[in-house]
């Protein structure tokens, strides 16, 4: 397996995920203690992840000197590469020029690491994200790839079998980046193939059986891929154990309840419990704008009345969350780094202590793709496996500004004839996630021969492979023309509709 080392970085995940599409099993861990994990379980290979931290300033993350002479293969990405420079002699200091996006790389010597990299006059395009630079090698490096700005943007040592990169090869922006990982933990840690999601089915039931042995599991459902999911999972290993509780929050997609209620008594032997909840959620978060403030909320109130129905279900013990690998690196630092917070999720962080209920989330290592292959493995139908992702805070977050009933109720309309206009189309499919958001601002129409006065509505759909980054799907004009024809006529309360042409960075998929 490849241990992936967390300096911090906002898609260390990423690593993980081009490593796992080689079918090669690897784990996320803190440099703190990393020789004695090392001397556990010898990886094949190592990987530093990059970070925010700088080389020169005292208290950042360093690695123990004894793990650079183990004979096992090392790459080191962005901070992670000007750590080895730094540990092993090198030198490393604050450029003039940052470099931050596509970056031009030109290749200066073969190696391993870029075999069966197409280039172009002996270059291509790589991604930069970076403040300091190496300007002075270790002994026995030799650089295999410059930039512009960056004499040394790749670097080796094949005595040692240890590599850097200056850019980023994990990120779908640098073209034929999943080679290059691919080379490394193939032709150079010589890793074999043998992670599968068949296998990680197995062992998450494993795990579940021993962790709950006879006690029950609450699990929520909110009708997202990550809940249903979880919730077969679990059924799968515990079966009558497992008890769903469905909140209606209200803030849900139209015709949601219905929809999660079919599903459940057709595919689960478990049993469901539906919440009506809605004017608890609309009271509580009467006049509250602030998107964090929502969202804690909707968190908070959805744990006081688990609390409330795991007290009924006698022998609960575990509650079962859909937390994936996105939640994590948005809402906290991973493994103690010093990741910047994006923004919160309300099933990340632990519980409560009156909640007297402990933790089990089965999908917390698998990115949203993966989900949906583990939701096939488990015979899901493809309706429900294939759905756009949904946030937990629902319509909460996507009716910016202040919540109540009748915004999310036109706002719920609108979404659903954009959903269906799009499926029609023939386009679900292509779309990683598309919704409306209802913006807190009215404008100015003419319905008829009469003037309104009404919100806009925002449109957004996007591309990606694994959430963490994202671009906005190229409709056609006709189609907006479509859609936003039918929303202002059949959506009472909206005379307006825009189009989120924004990317993933620099904003992020969801408006709150």
């Known amino acids: 397996m490849i241990y992936i080392v967390d300096f911090g970085s906002q898609v260390t995940q990423l690593i993980a995920r081009r490593v796992r599409e080689n079918s090669v099993y690897c784990e996320i861990v803190s440099n703190k203690n990393l020789l004695n994990k090392i001397k556990d379980i010898k990886p094949t290979g190592i990987i530093f992840s990059g970070g925010p931290a700088s080389v020169h300033k005292s208290r950042t993350p360093k690695i123990n000197q004894k793990i650079f002479s183990l004979n096992i293969p090392i790459l080191g990405i962005c901070y992670g590469m000007q750590l080895i420079v730094h540990q092993l002699g090198g030198k490393v200091e604050i450029s003039n020029i940052r470099e931050f996006g596509k970056t031009l790389i030109t290749h200066t010597n073969k190696s391993k690491l870029f075999q069966n990299v197409k280039l172009l006059n002996n270059q291509h395009y790589v991604w930069m994200s970076h403040g300091d630079k190496a300007i002075k090698l270790p002994n026995d490096f030799k650089t295999i790839a410059k930039s512009k700005n960056s004499k040394f943007a790749g670097i080796e040592n094949k005595k040692l079998k240890i590599y850097g990169l200056q850019f980023h090869p994990e990120v779908i922006h640098t073209h034929q980046g999943e080679i290059i990982i691919k080379n490394f933990i193939v032709n150079i840690c010589k890793s074999k193939p043998t992670w599968s999601m068949q296998n990680y089915l197995k062992t998450q039931v494993a795990k579940i059986k021993i962790k709950v042995q006879k006690n029950q599991v609450i699990c929520g459902l909110s009708g997202g891929v990550d809940s249903m999911v979880t919730a077969a999972i679990i059924s799968k290993a515990i079966d009558k154990q497992l008890t769903c509780i469905y909140v209606d929050t209200g803030l849900m997609r139209l015709n949601e309840t219905k929809e999660v209620q079919n599903l459940f008594k057709k595919h689960f032997k478990s049993r469901l419990i539906t919440v009506n909840a809605k004017n608890k959620f609309f009271n509580s978060l009467r006049g509250i704008s602030d998107p964090e403030k929502k969202r804690k909320i909707i968190g908070n109130l959805f744990i006081k009345i688990f609390n409330t129905e795991s007290?009924?279900?006698?022998?609960?013990?575990?509650?079962?969350?859909?937390?994936?690998?996105?939640?994590?690196?948005?809402?906290?630092?991973?493994?103690?780094?010093?990741?910047?917070v994006i923004k919160s999720h309300h099933n990340v962080g632990g519980l409560p202590k009156e909640m007297q209920l402990e933790l089990v989330e089965p999908l917390q290592e698998l990115f949203k793709d993966e989900v949906r292959s583990l939701g096939q493995e488990l015979k899901l139908p493809k309706e429900?496996?294939?759905?756009?992702?949904?946030?937990?805070?629902?319509?909460?977050?996507?009716?910016?500004?202040?919540?109540?009933?009748?915004?999310?109720?036109?706002?719920?309309q609108a979404d659903k004839i954009y959903i269906d206009e799009i499926k029609a189309a023939n386009l679900y499919n292509e779309i990683w996630q598309a919704f409306t958001v209802l913006l807190p601002v009215r404008t100015v129409g003419v319905m008829g021969d009469q003037r309104s006065y009404e919100f806009v509505?925002?449109?957004?759909?996007?591309?990606?492979?694994?959430?963490?980054t994202a671009d906005f799907y190229p409709f056609s004009a006709q189609f907006l023309s479509i859609v936003s024809t039918r929303i202002i006529n059949e959506v009472k309360g909206i005379n307006r509709v825009v189009y989120d042409t924004t990317s993933k960075p620099p904003g992020t998929i969801e408006w709150e």
């Open 311 to 340: 007290k009924k279900i006698s022998k609960a013990k575990f509650l079962a969350q859909g937390t994936i690998y996105p939640d994590i690196i948005e809402s906290k630092s991973f493994h103690g780094g010093p990741t910047s």
């Open 384 to 412: 429900f496996i294939q759905r756009h992702p949904f946030p937990g805070p629902g319509m909460g977050i996507r009716v910016l500004g202040d919540v109540t009933k009748e915004k999310v109720q036109i706002l719920q």
């Open 457 to 468: 509505c925002g449109l957004r759909a996007v591309t990606s492979v694994d959430g963490m």
